[in-house]
């Protein structure tokens, strides 16, 4: 599925659709240049899910656990990651297993590590449609 914006509301608008719609376990990976919007889908979907505490990208720790909404979510930015070896210490693995939402921001800095089951976003920008242009495609796969 491609669905296109042209600002960043319309962007946590996807993003509240797919929270709304998410399940116990599901994993989504969000994949984009710095800046396309992966927060800002994020705090979205965190919206769809029910979690009003604010979402901003962990930069000090990978992951940030937020439990006030319909499914605990789990927010990770592999941005910082040195190796993939820190992904075991912050319990990666453990985390996709406890039946909450995972979503990854920079999932192909960790590419051998994700589920083959999961929902894969990728956006994208194209100048030449506008500066707040994106493309969002959305897939299951696995
Ligand atoms: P990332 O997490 O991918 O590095 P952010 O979500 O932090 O990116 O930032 C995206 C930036 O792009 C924000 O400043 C936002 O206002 C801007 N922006 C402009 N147009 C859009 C759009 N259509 N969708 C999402 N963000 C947009
Ligand atoms: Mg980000």
């Not at 962007?11 to 240049?33: C, H, K, M, P």
């Not at 979690?51 to 319909?70: A, D, K, L, M, N």
């Not at 319990?91 to 990854?104: A, M, P, T």
Request: with cysteine; aromatic share 10%; charged share 25%.
């Amino acid at each position: 599925m491609v669905i296109e914006t042209n600002s960043p509301e319309e962007t946590y608008r996807v993003g509240i659709n797919a929270g709304e719609l998410s399940q116990a376990g599901q994993v989504f990976t969000l994949t984009g240049d710095l800046g396309t919007g992966k927060t800002v889908f994020t705090q979205g979907l965190a919206k769809g899910l029910g979690i009003e505490e604010p979402v901003c990208s962990p930069t000090f720790t990978i992951v940030q656990v937020y439990e006030g909404g319909r499914l605990p979510f789990y927010h990770f930015d592999v941005y910082r990651i040195g190796d993939v070896e820190e992904m075991e210490e912050v319990g990666f693995d453990y985390y996709l297993e406890r039946g909450g939402v995972s979503l990854i921001e920079w999932a192909n800095l960790i590419g051998e590590l994700l589920p083959p089951k999961r929902t894969e976003i990728t956006i994208e920008k194209d100048l030449k449609k506008g500066f707040d242009y994106r493309r969002i495609t959305i897939e299951d796969v696995g």
